[in-house]
């Protein structure tokens, strides 16, 4: 994030909306305000998110789309084919694993920098990813990862999340869940599903504006699969209940819930420890 709180994604946006590209005129655009004050981190201003949505809408409502499929082409001579590959670009560069396997799955990609605390992605970006490549909400990534098993994970916290961060982490993951339900169900090659990456936080997460937003988060995916409450994490070693109790933040109630929809998990789990 810079000085004015924006990633390079957002200045990318912000130098197309300024140059009057597939609009009727220029429009002008400034990260600060008049005063030369820092926008709050992760949050963006009512103009900034009109014009973002608008070129967005421009684009996914053109005839012919420029893909992302391939990086070593253009996507297309237009302006916006260029800005498309220059923001693909970006995302690539900052996936934690490039791998030349991974290197098309732009929503795996996506999906992994997204999150409930910045940087992360404007909503309208993820739309066109998700327009352009529905058929990678189905696709395992090298790790047998969907871009579901990347969205739900809430990774190192180094400040606190903006609201319109939350609110776009949690929306985005229950339009992952709609594309394709059974993605609840799909393991990953470590046996991981896509609950156990999402009772996943870091040691120094204490964010608790956050927690709602997970709980609801957790209470999707076992609404989708219920047998995952049952399901023992391949790597932790701990039903889901438990792993849940571990941490301080995750409510009673979702701590419970999870506990009440696995008597089988806890009737294991108590034979364990008499062993």
Same mark, same amino acid.
């Given at each position: 994030?810079?000085?004015?709180? $924006?990633?390079?994604?957002?200045?990318?946006?912000?130098?197309?909306?300024? &140059?009057?590209?597939?609009?009727?005129?220029?429009?002008?655009?400034?990260?600060?305000?008049?005063?030369?004050?820092?926008?709050?981190?992760?949050? $963006?201003?009512?103009?900034?998110?009109?014009?973002?949505?608008?070129?967005?809408?421009?684009?996914?409502?053109?005839?012919?789309? *420029?893909?992302?499929?391939?990086?070593?082409?253009?996507?297309?001579?237009?302006?916006?084919?260029?800005?498309?590959?220059?923001?693909? @670009?970006?995302?690539?560069?900052?996936?934690?694993? *490039?791998?030349?396997?991974?290197?098309?799955?732009?929503?795996?990609?996506?999906?992994?920098?997204?999150?409930?605390?910045?940087?992360?992605?404007?909503?309208?970006?993820?739309?066109?990813?998700?327009?352009?490549?529905?058929?990678?909400?189905?696709?395992?990534?090298?790790?047998?990862?969907?871009?579901?098993?990347?969205?739900?994970?809430?990774?190192?916290?180094?400040?606190?999340?903006?609201? !319109?961060?939350?609110?776009?982490?949690?929306?985005?993951?229950?339009?992952?869940?709609? !594309?394709?339900?059974?993605?609840?169900?799909?393991?990953?090659?470590?046996?991981?599903?896509?609950?156990? $990456?999402?009772?996943? $936080?870091?040691?120094?997460? @204490?964010?608790?504006?956050?927690?709602?937003?997970?709980?609801?988060?957790?209470?999707?995916?076992?609404?989708?699969?219920?047998?995952?409450?049952?399901?023992?994490?391949?790597?932790?070693?701990?039903?889901?209940?438990?792993?849940?109790?571990?941490?301080?933040?995750?409510? @009673?109630?979702?701590?419970?819930?999870?506990?009440?929809? &696995?008597?089988?998990?806890?009737?294991? &789990?108590?034979?364990?420890?008499?062993?």
């Amino acid at each position: 994030i810079n000085a004015a709180g $924006y990633t390079p994604i957002d200045l990318e946006w912000i130098r197309h909306i300024e &140059s009057g590209e597939n609009f009727h005129s220029p429009r002008s655009f400034y990260p600060l305000d008049a005063r030369g004050v820092r926008c709050p981190a992760g949050s $963006y201003g009512d103009s900034y998110n009109v014009l973002l949505r608008q070129a967005a809408d421009q684009f996914l409502a053109a005839d012919e789309i *420029p893909s992302f499929a391939d990086t070593d082409r253009s996507c297309g001579d237009s302006a916006m084919g260029l800005l498309l590959q220059r923001i693909f @670009l970006v995302i690539q560069a900052a996936f934690a694993c *490039p791998t030349s396997a991974n290197r098309n799955l732009i929503l795996h990609q996506a999906s992994a920098l997204l999150g409930p605390h910045g940087p992360t992605i404007p909503r309208p970006i993820l739309d066109i990813v998700l327009t352009q490549h529905p058929e990678q909400v189905r696709q395992q990534d090298e790790f047998g990862r969907l871009p579901l098993h990347y969205a739900v994970q809430i990774r190192r916290v180094r400040e606190e999340a903006s609201t !319109k961060s939350r609110q776009e982490w949690r929306l985005f993951i229950s339009t992952l869940i709609k !594309k394709w339900p059974e993605a609840s169900q799909v393991k990953d090659w470590q046996g991981r599903l896509p609950l156990h $990456y999402a009772l996943d $936080y870091p040691d120094d997460f @204490l964010d608790q504006q956050v927690e709602p937003l997970r709980n609801e988060v957790l209470h999707e995916l076992v609404e989708q699969f219920p047998g995952s409450v049952e399901a023992e994490d391949p790597v932790l070693r701990l039903y889901p209940f438990q792993r849940g109790a571990l941490n301080p933040l995750v409510s @009673l109630d979702t701590v419970f819930s999870l506990l009440r929809r &696995s008597p089988g998990a806890l009737a294991l &789990s108590i034979a364990t420890l008499h062993r």
